[in-house]
């Protein structure tokens, strides 16, 4: 069904303290405006009506997508999924997020959502967060109170939530970059291309000979929010990589996983496939980090 927007105000700040400013003193319900995707969508379909938005498309700077002196791979609010799937930055340094990204398959969505709005949807099923989970990215939010920074991995809470407040505004992602001997894989499975995920996972490794020095699994569409299979990541820190290691650590990723059943897949089926994609992405890391 066409519905028409309802009535409100666009405000339109020149920079990131005006934008603060303003959202603080817009009231209850002001929303921050970059690509608009689900924004608009919830809004054309009348789920939230607020009175204001707050647009960044006039600060400058804000789609941002490079390298800093500190190695760091650094993502602005304003950024598209389309630019961060077309830089030679992101897939020859930072491969696990361009993999992620490239699962989206409309680019009419990648040219006018912004990775930083994917985030902020807080959706579990994001082919983004796992990755940038597993990546161990930083977010950093600046708001009335001052600026701030949170790991990833804390940034969602349970039940689709971030801990993103009302009066913040993400300013950056910041996503150190892989060491030496690091092998990464993203797998995820959905009905189409075209569909979000009944199951993804995020996988990095790093190797030094047959042993693994760090691990980490992050895991979407399996619980109300991404989450971190901690025990598996254990298992596999300093052991030798086995095929019965891996199997373990898969193993033990399908007890992080807490799926519902909804019309894109049963509860049981998810937790089938968060092992067998987990078997699979680990085996393919741990063969590029062995240059395979």
Known sequence: MHRTLRPFELLEPESLGEAVRVLASAGTGAKVLAGGLDLVAKMTRWEIEPPCLISLGRIPGLASLESGADGHLHIGPMTTLRSVELSSLVSNGWPLLHDATRQIASVQVKSMGTLVGNLC??????????????????????????????????????????????????????????????????????????????????????????????????????????????????????????????????????????PISDLRSTSGYRRDMVGVLTRRALTEAWDRAGGS
């Open 121 to 258: 949807v807080a959706t579990s099923a994001s082919d983004i967060a796992p990755a940038l989970c597993a990546l161990d990215a930083v977010v950093h939010l600046v708001g009335p109170s001052g600026a701030r920074t949170v790991a990833i991995a804390d940034f969602f809470i349970p039940e689709c939530c971030s801990i993103l407040a009302p009066d913040q505004i993400v300013t950056e992602i910041t996503v150190p970059p892989p060491r030496p001997g690091t092998g990464a894989a993203f797998r995820k499975l959905a009905h189409t291309k075209a569909c979000i995920a009944k199951v993804n996972v995020a996988v990095l490794v790093e190797r030094d000979g047959d042993v693994c020095r760090r691990a980490r699994i992050a895991l979407g569409a399996v619980a109300s929010t991404v989450v971190r299979a901690r025990a598996a990541e254990d298992l596999l820190t300093g052991g030798v990589a086995t095929p019965d290691l891996l199997a373990g650590a898969a193993a033990l990723a399908i007890e992080a996983a807490s």
